[in-house]
């Protein structure tokens, strides 16, 4: 079974940009979740979607957005890029209910901008 | 608000030796807890998963214990070989919330020297 997988893998961009980052779930996990990773803050929580919708937003501006399709695949956008949003952006899945709840992280999506 | 540390930052050991990692959280009420490894600017690798009702789980050399009272989980790595070498991040999924999020802790980097 293919794990989880995000594109692209790295992506320069410059201040006031927006970028488009992409995450395929496990076949079968209903459950996305966005995560930003950096040296100074570690591992934050942006947001989770599951069916389409929103469940779960983290601390961050909304110049962090998402959506989710209905074959699960989610994006995640940022707009108006600054400098401080380098960071490995990862993104888990899980299959929702009480039993199966174990998340599964990408690779990731490194973001620099310069 | 959950707050996640992990002692030690880093560990450098010699192979072969037994070790073990701690992770400690303030707040006691988590659905459940979750071991990762990290290597070097990549994703994240689920280890374990101990479920609140759960005081342990195994898998190989590994084994995580969680005491929900006292707000602590250690891993053991038994005989650790060079290929154990990276970070090593526990996280802490609320009881309060149906969804995804997790609380991170900052991490332990180990070092198994050959």
């Known amino acids: 079974k293919a794990g989880v997988t995000q594109t692209p893998r790295y992506l320069i961009k410059t201040r006031g940009q927006q970028v488009t980052l992409s995450c395929s779930p496990i076949s079968g996990h209903r459950s996305v979740s966005w995560y930003q990773q950096t040296p100074g803050q570690g591992l934050q929580f942006l947001f989770e979607?599951?069916?389409?919708?929103?469940?779960n937003k983290g601390n961050f501006p909304g110049r962090f957005s998402g959506r989710q399709f209905s074959n699960s695949r989610s994006e995640m956008n940022v707009s108006t890029l600054e400098l401080g949003d380098s960071a490995l952006y990862l993104c888990?899945?899980?299959?929702?209910?009480?039993?199966?709840?174990?998340?599964?992280f990408g690779p990731g999506t490194r973001l620099t901008v310069l | 608000k959950q707050e996640v540390t992990q002692i030690p930052a880093a560990l450098s050991v010699p192979e072969g030796e037994n070790l073990v990692l701690n992770c400690s959280f303030t707040d006691s009420a988590i659905y459940n807890l979750q071991w990762f490894r990290q290597d070097p600017g990549k994703g994240l690798t689920s280890l374990l998963l101990i479920q609140s009702s759960q005081r342990e789980q195994t898998s190989g050399r590994l084994n995580a214990s969680l005491d929900k009272s006292s707000g602590r989980s250690t891993l053991y790595i038994a005989a650790s070989q060079p290929g154990d070498s990276a970070t090593y991040l526990c996280?802490?999924?609320?009881?309060?919330?149906?969804?995804?999020?997790?609380?991170f802790g900052e991490g332990t980097q180990l070092t198994v020297n050959p």
């Open positions: 996280a802490v999924r609320p009881e309060e919330t149906s969804g995804s999020r997790l609380t």
């Open positions: 979607y599951f069916s389409e919708t929103q469940r």
């Open positions: 888990a899945s899980r299959v929702s209910g009480p039993t199966y709840n174990e998340q599964f």
